[in-house]
């Protein structure tokens, strides 16, 4: 066993991703385990309001229809066996549908259910135990939906029960790769570097491609878009792996597109939380292994506490959002204008029928770098996309301004046309609220075969802070200042990934070579980065956090409170800080001329 070698490929890294990932991997990619990520604290509501709606919904239904159908007899011929947390809120309902398409196309799968990590039925018990993460606040009174994410433990034991596949609702994405190497190798549950490394292993390759060339800052460099290679990952016992995708796809899996992954919506990198491990990934190596092959190795693992991280969705009145162009002389000037005269009159509306202002309105003019706040470089412009959002209490106050914004078009400046989508319509404000609950609390099981066998969860882990090593002091390192030097935009010096969790987002920068460290050091400080990010970060609470990873010569530097309530709760265009990477890329870093021609030659 111990020169064995599992392959597991990752084919889908959000519910609307490409179903044509499946088929690559199943036909092209050689692989033993196909794993599926479906889920975001988003999608979570979403499914939970179609449950609502319909005792029968609740799963990620392409799944079944798009993915699993087709695909079933080679799945079963090349006995690839499936993981996926498509069940959602409602993973019996998947097991149900999955076995009705098994049954059509005449092929018989074994799906095993793992259960327990919907809290909703337990509110009250939920409420009188949790806590919240960031703010102590309490749960809200009322929730779309309520779920911990559980780990690896019960999707490896419904593999050893012997399910061909299996379906969760909500587990922490990484434990889709984690549980079948624990079946695999037989890790033990407090052998913690393994289970660091495996952890590793699926969160490289849990977002899809984004590993295999998809959003790497030096896109010019990734061929065939058109037919991007989805990621597979190479793990042995020990639990080395390495990185790759299909033999003739698209895409590239070099050393910098496998770190930025890597450092994607990570937090603290010495204290990587995930429910069966705390993983230090200071020292992570990579390396390259020949073509479009990446080795990993270097996480440490710690004891994992004795809590699990529980997410709830909850309805905070309503949003809508209207976008149109304005074009001409002076556009943005005319845009803005417009805007604001559009929410006034709205308001004014609002307040002859006694209703309530509305709770929060914001407005970007695309086009003018409104993103960028005082890093914005353009100037007169005779072309902007005017993007005008707001929420309110009640739903009847936003189709009033839905019915207004026409009036605009012939009563306000010229120019204004394009109305995207028509009249805008409202929809549901979602929060999320994040908490911890004691492992006690649950009772995490698997259901297959008619039967249902509970799961035993470690809950004594213990994981304290006072294990971390020390956090790499934040005051500049010694620099040669006598050298001549010049001052250049990070991205000729590093490339870089940002993400969000919850309000908060990340910025992972990497090095593009070891010898620019220092000088990355003394610019990139986390007071610098909070100037240069100034106008997303909350201007009461927000702050930047800066750790290092030495293994990857990277920085990973975490902007508290700087998404404006993230995901769609968030007004912004950028919600979820995407570009957050885009931007830092364009800042000033002093470098030594010397140091910047000898690796610029080094790589012509």
């Not at 061909?164 to 909500?170: E, H, L």
């Not at 009249?423 to 404000?429: G, L």
Request: glycine share 10%; net charge negative; charged share 20%.
């Amino acid at each position: 066993m111990e020169h064995r070698k599992i392959r597991i490929g990752c084919a889908a890294a959000f519910w609307g991703d490409t179903n044509a990932a499946a088929a690559q991997l199943v036909r092209r990619g050689g692989v033993d385990y196909l794993v599926f990520d479906y889920l975001a604290e988003i999608t979570m509501s979403i499914l939970a309001s179609a449950r609502a709606r319909d005792p029968a919904a609740g799963y990620a239904t392409d799944f079944v229809t798009e993915v699993m159908a087709p695909l079933a007899k080679e799945i079963l011929a090349r006995r690839i066996r499936v993981i996926a947390n498509a069940g959602g809120v409602n993973p019996h309902a998947c097991r149900a549908a999955l076995e009705r398409a098994f049954e059509s196309v005449g092929v018989k799968l074994r799906v095993a259910v793992v259960v327990g990590d919907d809290l909703q039925p337990h509110r009250a018990a939920v409420d009188a135990v949790q806590y919240a993460i960031d703010d102590g606040s309490a749960l809200p009174p009322q929730t779309l939906s309520l779920n911990a994410y559980l780990g690896a433990l019960p999707i490896s034991l419904a593999l050893a029960r012997g399910a061909d596949v299996v379906v969760t609702g909500r587990v922490a994405d990484s434990a889709l790769v984690l549980g079948p190497l624990l079946h695999e190798f037989g890790w033990a549950p407090d052998d913690y570097d393994r289970l660091a490394q495996g952890s590793l292993a699926g969160h490289v390759i849990e977002c899809g491609a984004q590993c295999t060339g998809g959003n790497f800052t030096d896109w010019q460099c990734v061929p065939g878009y058109a037919d991007m290679g989805f990621p597979i990952i190479e793990c042995a016992a020990d639990g080395s792996f390495v990185v790759s995708k299909p033999e003739g796809t698209g895409g590239l899996v070099s050393p910098l597109t496998v770190a930025e992954q890597i450092l994607y919506e990570i937090g603290d990198p010495r204290a990587y939380v995930l429910p069966d491990v705390v993983c230090d990934f200071t020292a992570v190596v990579v390396e390259q292994d020949g073509c479009d092959r990446v080795r990993v190795s270097g996480a440490r693992g710690m004891p994992p506490t004795t809590t699990y991280k529980c997410s709830a969705t909850w309805l905070d009145g309503h949003r809508i959002t209207a976008t149109f162009m304005m074009a001409g002389i002076d556009a943005a000037r005319k845009g803005a204008r417009v805007a604001d005269a559009i929410l006034d009159r709205v308001r004014r509306l609002l307040a002859e029928r006694g209703m309530r202002d509305f709770c929060d309105t914001h407005v970007e003019l695309l086009g003018m770098e409104s993103t960028y706040g005082a890093q914005a470089r353009i100037g007169a412009t005779r072309e902007v996309v005017v993007k005008i959002a707001c929420v309110h209490d009640e739903s009847h106050a936003l189709r009033i301004f839905a019915r207004e914004i026409a009036q605009a078009s012939t009563a306000m400046a010229p120019g204004l046309t394009g109305l995207l989508g028509g009249r805008p319509k409202d929809s549901p404000r979602v929060r999320l609220y994040s908490c911890l609950v004691p492992k006690t609390l649950l009772r995490v099981a698997v259901d297959f075969d008619g039967e249902v066998s509970e799961c035993p969860i470690p809950a004594n882990g213990g994981f304290d802070p006072v294990m971390l090593p020390c956090a790499a002091a934040e005051e500049e390192r010694p620099v040669d200042h006598a050298l001549e030097c010049c001052t250049v935009p990070l991205v000729e010096l590093a490339v870089a990934r940002s993400g969000d969790k919850g309000n908060h987002a990340n910025i992972g920068v990497i090095s593009r070579d070891r010898r620019y460290m220092p000088w990355l050091r003394a610019a990139l400080t986390g007071a610098a980065v909070a100037r240069f990010m100034a106008h997303v970060l909350d201007p009461a609470t927000g702050r930047v956090i800066r750790w290092e990873l030495p293994g990857l010569g990277a920085f990973n530097f975490l902007l508290c409170n700087a998404l404006g309530g993230g995901g769609i709760a968030s007004l912004r265009m950028d919600p979820q800080g995407k570009a957050f990477a885009q931007q830092l890329l364009e800042f000033p870093v002093r470098v030594p001329i010397a140091l910047l021609e000898t690796v610029r030659a080094r790589d012509a």
